[in-house]
């Protein structure tokens, strides 16, 4: 079983719907969760970090972290065509050296 | 300032050839990592840099070599190319120290396919 989890989708949703995007991870150490965005054939952008459990709000952007139940989820608002993209989640230990463990990637693509 | 850049873009090899991918930062960043990306797979480590002339294994080493003689340039080396190594391999580096520790900073990948 992988350290963290993610379904890959594809996802295909219609301009303006709710995206939930979601990781499951089995590592308790897990203490820094990051969100990264990656265009088809370019390097991943980080979008989103959130440190331990709660939310996080950046524009039509949700970051959620719930460490009771090791399962982490980002929420994408009135969702844009240019918002298609495969979506990683990213989890780190602290001083690791920034080691970070990447889920599988969910592909999304917004229908216009 | 180019952030990180990768070279080559592409690259095609036989089976038991070697080469080199060179990754340079220009954000005096301490931290380097290598990637690759397979489908299905995500992002999986292969060797990491804590700083100049030290390197660190990842998940999948294997088959992989490292250099990091200059703080700003990191080294991917394949002494026998297989190709089960095919895949798009991505360098990023980050700071050690306050907000930017918490972010990795990628190139634009080198697609390599092993025949």
């Known amino acids: 079983q992988k350290e963290v989890e993610q379904d890959p989708g594809p996802l295909s949703v219609p301009e303006g719907a709710i995206v939930s995007l979601n990781c499951t991870y089995s590592?308790?150490?897990?203490?820094?969760f990051m969100w990264y965005r990656q265009y088809s054939r370019k390097g991943p952008e980080l979008l989103m970090y959130t440190y331990s459990s709660g939310n996080k709000e950046d524009g039509r952007f949700t970051a959620q972290v719930d460490k009771s139940s090791k399962y982490i989820s980002l929420f994408i608002r009135d969702s844009q065509p240019s918002d298609s993209a495969t979506y990683l989640c990213?989890?780190?230990?602290?001083?690791?050296?920034?080691?970070?463990?990447f889920g599988q990637g969910t592909e999304l693509s917004v229908k216009p | 300032n180019a952030g990180v850049t990768q070279t080559p873009k592409f690259r095609v090899l036989k089976t038991g050839q070697s080469m080199t991918l060179l990754c340079a930062q220009d954000m005096n960043h301490e931290y380097m990592y290598w990637y690759r990306q397979d489908p299905g797979m995500g992002l999986r480590l292969i060797h990491y840099s804590v700083g100049e002339g030290t390197t660190a294994k990842g998940e999948v080493p294997d088959g992989y070599n490292v250099s990091r003689l200059k703080k700003q340039n990191f080294l991917l080396g394949l002494e026998s190319a297989a190709p089960s190594q095919t895949s798009v391999y991505f360098c990023?580096?980050?700071?050690?120290?306050?907000?930017?520790?918490?972010?990795?900073?990628f190139g634009p990948g080198t697609r390599l396919t092993v025949t």
């Open positions: 990213a989890m780190r230990i602290y001083n690791q050296g920034g080691k970070l463990i």
């Open positions: 990023a580096s980050s700071s050690s120290t306050g907000r930017e520790r918490y972010e990795q900073y």
């Open positions: 590592n308790s150490a897990f203490q820094y």
